[in-house]
């Protein structure tokens, strides 16, 4: 992902029905960041990655197949 300054990001992955499936922290940097989330556990199916950094939010759909 791609930030336009420094600061915290909350990062969210949920299921199709709204759950919370993980829920953390990251320290972006000015430009583009990459965060490797462990979804191996998670069933197959479609889940909603969201980023918020307090101002904005974004939100990609992620495959599992």
Known sequence: FSAISNGSVELSVYDLTGRVMLQTSV?????????????????????????????????????KE
């Not at 990459?34 to 889940?47: L, R, W």
């Not at 918020?52 to 990609?60: E, F, I, L, M, Y």
């Open 27 to 63: 320290d972006a940097t000015t430009g583009i960041n990459n965060q490797t989330i462990d979804i191996s556990a998670y069933p197959a199916g479609i889940y909603m990655v969201s980023l918020n950094n307090g101002s904005d939010v974004a939100t990609q759909r992620l495959i």
